[in-house]
């Protein structure tokens, strides 16, 4: 699912949504920014798209609390002007 939106929004091939897969998952911060100034000829949205995959991997936990944010703040605007 994750793998159809990013293709989607980021416009980039299977091909290169292999390499962000691959790249996420180099554990050793020196090597992850290595691998990625390697791939400096790539567009922005292949880095978009990297950014993007990365914390939806790798930081889940923030990834739920700022879905709670927003949600709450929904409830409370909701609540203002309907109640």
């Not at 897969?21 to 400096?40: V, Y």
């Not at 991997?57 to 949600?71: A, D, E, P, S, Y």
Request: proline share 0%; aromatic share 14%; net charge positive.
């Amino acid at each position: 699912m994750i793998k159809k939106f990013i293709i989607r929004r980021f416009k980039i091939s299977d091909s290169e949504f292999e390499e962000i897969k691959l790249l996420a998952n180099i554990k050793d911060k020196n090597e992850r920014t290595l691998a990625l100034s390697a791939h400096e000829v790539k567009s922005k949205n292949f880095k978009l798209a990297y950014i993007f995959y990365s914390i939806f991997t790798r930081h889940k936990n923030l990834v739920v609390f700022g879905t709670l944010i927003i949600l709450l703040q929904l409830y409370i605007f909701i609540k203002r002007v309907f109640l």
